[in-house]
C-alpha cells in the first residue's frame, strides 16, 4: 500500500513536499530531496513579494497579515472581503493597495498585481478560492482546515501535480516552534518502538455558549448586516438566510459552512501522527455522540479511525496490521492507569501516541511529555539517545518560511504543505461527519469517495449528505490543468 510518503516522492516534488532539508531533512525525520523553488516575478514596491488577502477580519486573518508583514520581502497589495467595514479599515492601513469585494474580481482585474493569496475565510470558501489561486499559477498559504468536504480533499490534491511549482502552507503554526517538532523527531526514529494507537482530544465546546462555536440549537433567520454582501458571503454555498451568529465566528458549527469543533482542530493535533508515520486514508470511522444534529455538527463526540498499514512501505514502524486513531472533543481523554502510566490528569485538548516501547504526549503548544516503562523521562534525557542528535530541528517563523520558501532560499521549510494538509482535514471531516450517524461503522473508501456498511452494501444517506456539496452557479470549483 502506499503511503502517502510514497506519494509524495512519487509526484515530482509536489507542493513543498519535498521541502528542503529541516524538518524532513535526513536525521530528521527521513530523507527527502530538496526541490528547488522558483523565483517569483516581483513587481511590488522595492521589490517585494505582492500578496493578496481573501477574508481581512474575524479571529484569524489580522493575525496571519501581522506576521506576514512583517518580513521584510512582502508587500500586501490587494485585500478581497464581503464585509465593507473590514475592508475600509484595512484599506486605511494600505493605501497603495487594491480592494474588492468579490474575490473573483481579484483575479481577473488585478491578476498582475499579486504572486500569492492568503485565505482566510470561513471554511466552505477554502477549496474554492485555493484552487481558483492555483489556477492562476499563485503560491497560496490558506487556513485550516484545508477543506470542508470530503470531495475538496481529492479535489486539491488532483490539482497538485498539475502546479508543481508552487509553495503551499497551511495555518498549523504550532509545528514552528520545536515542542511538537520533537515528538515527530522521536517517533520516527523509532525510540519508543513499534507504533500501537494513538489518542486525540480537544477540549469544549460548552453547551449552549455564546462564542466560537455554537451548539444551542437553530436560530431563526435574520437581515444580513448593511456591511456584509450575503451572496458572496455564501459563495460556494447554496442560498440560505443570514443567522445570528454564523457571520462573525459560529459558522464553525455549522454543517454547511465549517466542520465543527473536531474538524476546526484536527490540524492541530493530528498532525502528529501523520507526519510522524505518513499515514494512508483511514478506511473506516465510527462517532458515538449522543446529540446529533442536522444543521450545526454534533457535540461530545468520541471517534475512531482506522487505517490499514498492512501492505505500507514503512509498515516496520507499526506494531499491528491496523493502526487506530480516537479523536474526541470535550477532552475526552483515556485512562492513564490503562496504559500503565502514573496518575495524574491531562491536558484539556493533545496528542497522545502509545508505542510498545513507551507513549509520548503533546498539548497543541509545549515540550512532550515522554513515558517509558511506565515512568516519565525527560527530554533531555530523549535526546540523549538520539532524538535531534546533528541538530536538524529549530524553531521557526512558521508564515516566514512559506515567504523564504517561494524566494528560493535553501534552508526554507514549508511546515504543512497541501500534500500533507488534505489527509489530516480528511481525517478530521470523517470525524465530524460520521457523528451524524452516530454508533454506525462506515467504511471509507476514498478512491470512489463512498461509504458503505460494514456488509459492503453502499451507505446511501451518508454517501448524499457527507461527500460533497452542491456548488451554486459562479463557485464552481475550477479545474487545475
Known amino acids: 500500500m502506499l503511503t502517502r510518503r510514497d506519494l509524495i516522492q512519487s509526484a515530482a516534488a509536489t507542493v513543498g513536499g519535498l521541502a528542503a532539508a529541516t524538518l524532513l531533512a535526513p536525521s530528521a525525520f527521513g530523507a527527502l530531496a530538496p526541490a528547488p523553488a522558483p523565483r517569483p516575478r516581483f513587481r511590488g514596491k522595492l521589490g517585494k513579494l505582492q500578496l493578496l488577502q481573501v477574508g481581512v477580519g474575524g479571529s484569524i486573518a489580522p493575525a496571519d497579515r501581522h506576521e506576514l508583514k512583517n518580513h521584510p520581502d512582502v508587500v500586501f497589495t490587494g485585500f478581497c472581503d464581503v464585509d465593507a467595514d473590514a475592508l475600509s479599515s484595512v484599506a486605511a492601513e494600505h493605501p497603495d493597495a487594491f480592494t474588492c469585494r468579490d474575490f473573483r474580481e481579484a483575479f481577473d482585474k488585478y491578476g498582475d498585481r499579486f504572486d500569492a493569496v492568503v485565505v482566510c475565510t470561513p471554511d466552505h470558501n477554502h477549496a474554492l478560492i485555493t484552487l481558483w489561486a492555483m489556477r492562476a499559477n499563485k503560491h497560496v498559504y490558506a487556513q485550516k482546515p484545508l477543506v470542508q468536504q470530503l470531495s475538496e480533499v481529492v479535489a486539491i490534491e488532483t490539482a497538485l501535480p498539475a502546479r508543481p511549482q508552487l509553495v503551499t502552507q497551511t495555518g498549523n503554526q504550532r509545528m514552528g516552534p520545536l515542542g511538537r517538532q520533537h515528538t515527530v523527531d522521536i517517533l ?16 469544549g465546546p460548552g453547551e449552549g455558549t455564546d ?74 470511522v465510527v462517532a458515538h455522540t449522543l446529540a446529533p ?21 514503512n509498515r516496520a514502524m507499526f506494531a499491528r496490521d491496523r493502526f487506530v486513531i480516537h479523536y474526541g472533543d470535550q477532552s475526552q481523554a483515556p485512562s492513564r492507569a490503562s496504559l500503565g502510566l502514573p496518575a495524574g490528569r491531562w491536558a484539556g485538548s493533545g496528542t497522545l501516541i502509545v508505542c510498545e516501547g513507551g507513549a509520548i504526549f503533546n498539548q497543541p503548544d509545549g515540550d512532550p511529555e515522554v513515558w517509558i516503562g511506565g515512568k516519565k523521562v525527560a527530554l533531555a534525557d530523549i535526546k540523549g539517545r538520539g532524538v535531534d542528535g546533528e541538530g536538524t530541528l529549530r524553531g521557526r517563523n512558521h508564515w516566514h518560511a512559506w515567504v523564504d520558501k517561494i524566494l528560493g532560499k535553501p534552508d526554507a521549510f514549508v511546515q504543512t504543505p497541501f500534500s500533507y494538509a488534505t489527509g489530516i482535514a480528511e481525517a478530521g471531516l470523517l470525524c465530524s461527519r460520521a457523528a451524524r450517524f452516530p454508533q454506525q461503522e462506515l467504511l471509507w473508501d476514498k478512491a470512489r469517495l463512498a461509504f458503505a456498511n460494514p456488509d459492503g452494501s453502499p451507505h446511501d444517506e451518508a454517501n448524499e449528505t457527507c461527500v460533497r456539496r452542491e456548488y451554486r452557479q459562479g463557485f464552481e470549483l475550477p479545474t487545475v490543468t
Open 211 to 284: 462564542g466560537y462555536f455554537w451548539y444551542g440549537g437553530l436560530r431563526d433567520p435574520i437581515q444580513p448586516p448593511a456591511n456584509i454582501d450575503w451572496q458572496l458571503w455564501l459563495g460556494a454555498a447554496v442560498d440560505a438566510p443570514c443567522r445570528p451568529g454564523l457571520i462573525g465566528l459560529q459558522w464553525r458549527s455549522s454543517w454547511d459552512y465549517g466542520t465543527g469543533q473536531l474538524g476546526d482542530w484536527c490540524t492541530h493535533l493530528l498532525d502528529l501522527p501523520y507526519f510522524a508515520f505518513d499515514l494512508p486514508s483511514p478506511i473506516s
Open 293 to 313: 444534529s442536522d444543521f450545526y455538527h454534533a457535540r461530545g463526540v468520541m471517534s475512531t479511525l482506522t487505517y490499514d498499514v498492512s501492505k505500507a512501505a
Open 188 to 203: 520516527r526514529r523509532g525510540l519508543l518502538g513499534k507504533a500501537v494507537e494513538s489518542h486525540v482530544w480537544v477540549g
